[in-house]
């Protein structure tokens, strides 16, 4: 069965430190993948995508993620982070014939929290 | 730009009552989606809707409901509220003409059912 998993459910860092979100996937092909942002009281913005080609892809708001096929792992990575970036992040992935960004599943979410 | 508008944004509703929560884009996109949200469980998919005048159901249908009513308005009905319906709805839109495009959301319907 497909399935994407977060591993950390809330994960806390020093403002200026580095991040990395961790996303695991279970697909028999390659993977559609997708990190999303969730302020509070928002919905979802996509942070960044991947499909085929380079395994780093670069995505918005200074975030990038890459793809390890030999770890099934598509984590998500930021330098140096900001206040501002404390939301919750979700890893959601699609695949097969009509799959790719259709049929979504998504982890349960990473909250994020950044201590000033 | 709108994008995705969900109404209402919030919502209470007494165990039994009936209750439709609307979306509508204005991207021209093909699919829709609604979606609920719960904590810990991340986001988990109710129907869908390929164009206008198909529905699919997604992983948790039962006790809802869909029409897409055009290309634009997708909207999620619950016909006899449960407690256990109370959560954050979300909409979502997509363009199929790759399928590496994204779906785009809503800000979320938040309903509490007593």
């Known amino acids: 069965a497909q399935s994407v998993t977060q591993p950390d459910i809330h994960i806390t860092v020093s403002e200026g430190a580095s991040l990395e979100l961790r996303c695991n996937y279970s697909y028999g092909a390659t993977p559609y993948l997708f990190w999303y942002v969730q302020s509070p009281g928002q919905g979802l913005q996509l942070l960044l995508k991947y499909f085929s080609g380079d395994t780093l892809v670069q995505g918005i708001k200074g975030f990038e993620a890459e793809f390890k096929r030999s770890q099934s792992s598509f984590n998500l990575r930021k330098p140096s982070v900001h206040w501002s970036d404390a939301a919750e992040y979700f890893c959601?992935?699609?695949?097969?014939?009509?799959?790719?960004?259709?049929?979504?599943?998504f982890g349960t979410g990473t909250q994020l929290k950044v201590e000033l | 730009n709108a994008g995705v508008t969900q109404t209402p944004k919030f919502q209470v509703l007494k165990t039994g009552q009936s209750m439709t929560l609307q979306c509508a884009q204005d991207m021209n996109h093909n699919s829709m989606y609604w979606y609920r949200q719960d904590p810990g469980m991340g986001l988990r998919l109710i129907y869908y809707s390929a164009s206008e005048g198909t529905t699919d159901k997604g992983e948790v249908p039962n006790g809802y409901n869909v029409s897409r009513l055009n290309k634009r308005e997708f909207s999620l009905r619950l016909e006899s509220a449960a407690p256990s319906q109370t959560s954050v709805y979300f909409c979502?839109?997509?363009?199929?003409?790759?399928?590496?495009?994204?779906?785009?959301f809503g800000d979320g319907t938040r309903l509490s059912i007593l």
């Open positions: 979502a839109s997509r363009f199929d003409g790759t399928r590496n495009q994204p779906q785009h």
């Open positions: 959601a992935g699609g695949g097969g014939l009509t799959g790719g960004g259709n049929k979504l599943t």
